[in-house]
């Protein structure tokens, strides 16, 4: 059974007088991917009025401007939001600063793995990269998406070609969204964070960097935007938010219905220790809903 201090909670509102920063995963606990939660609609409405700072904390690949505006295109008002963090954001801010060792001794060439149907992220032209097609060309590996590299269609079978490649020449692979999948609607589809899980088994590779959650870089981040006080991470993936935000020494809200639904249903302790116990360590979360909901 699940030790005391878990504690299963209808919603955030019992919550709520206890926290002034709320950190906010998006896919599972927002959205679906293409429309929002009506029930996290209320409840992020109703912290924002409750004066909360909310954070959206997210995986994505895309830049932190980018998100909040499809968030509002989903009907999420932008003034609810203190702000956004996301993976592709710390991964645009360590190309560009290239302060940390690894990223300084990456050089400019890439095979650049990215999304086609579901919108590519492209290269910013100030990063002064140059996305190539052959692996022999390449310097390092930068994943944003799993459809397409350095703008052609490839099959997820392709990539892993490519992979087994660049491990020939231990090339760093620089993940800009470690999610290994994600909710759309009612699927699961496969993200970058699968190419890290490949890469990372093959002999010969190189580095693996995982740009978002649960790495702390991302965490620190979000917590330097935040004020005083205490802090919840909210979100739907044991191995990325629950796991992140035990790292990062912040209290957690784990989403049972996002990432995990189909292990869950029907929901019971027993089976939350035992998936807590196969994707992150056994660490547990603060508090435990079925939806992000008022």
């Known amino acids: 059974m699940l030790p005391s201090a878990v504690r299963r909670v209808a919603g955030v509102r019992e919550l709520s007088i206890n926290y002034d920063t709320l950190l906010l995963d998006q896919f599972g606990v927002l959205h679906d991917g293409r429309r929002a939660y009506p029930h996290a609609l209320e409840a992020t409405r109703r912290l924002a009025e409750a004066g909360k700072r909310l954070i959206v904390l997210s995986n994505s690949g895309r830049r932190a401007a980018e998100t909040l505006a499809k968030l509002e295109q989903l009907g999420f008002c932008g003034a609810w939001f203190s702000g956004a963090v996301t993976s592709g954001e710390t991964t645009h801010a360590a190309l560009m600063a290239r302060c940390d060792p690894l990223f300084a001794r990456l050089g400019r060439r890439c095979l650049h793995f990215d999304w086609a149907e579901r919108g590519a992220v492209g290269l910013d032209p100030a990063l002064g990269l140059e996305a190539v097609q052959r692996v022999e060309e390449a310097e390092f590996l930068l994943a944003h998406g799993v459809e397409t590299c350095s703008g052609q269609a490839v099959s997820l079978q392709g990539v892993k070609e490519l992979l087994e490649q660049a491990a020939r020449q231990a090339l ?84 049972s219905s996002g990432i995990h639904a189909g292990d869950l249903s029907p929901y019971s302790s027993a089976a939350l220790e035992r998936l807590a116990s196969e994707h992150c360590s056994g660490g547990l979360p603060t508090f435990v809903a079925e939806h992000f909901e008022w």
């Open 172 to 255: 760093p692979l620089i993940i800009a969204n470690p999610d290994v999948v994600t909710v759309d609607t009612t699927a699961l589809v496969p993200m970058p964070g699968q190419l890290g899980l490949w890469y990372s088994a093959m002999a010969g590779a190189g580095e693996v960097v995982l740009m978002g959650k649960p790495s702390r870089c991302i965490y620190d981040a979000a917590l330097a935007m935040g004020r005083p006080g205490r802090t919840l991470a909210v979100g739907d993936s044991l191995a990325h938010d629950i796991m992140g935000a035990l790292g990062a020494g912040v209290d957690s809200l784990f989403i």
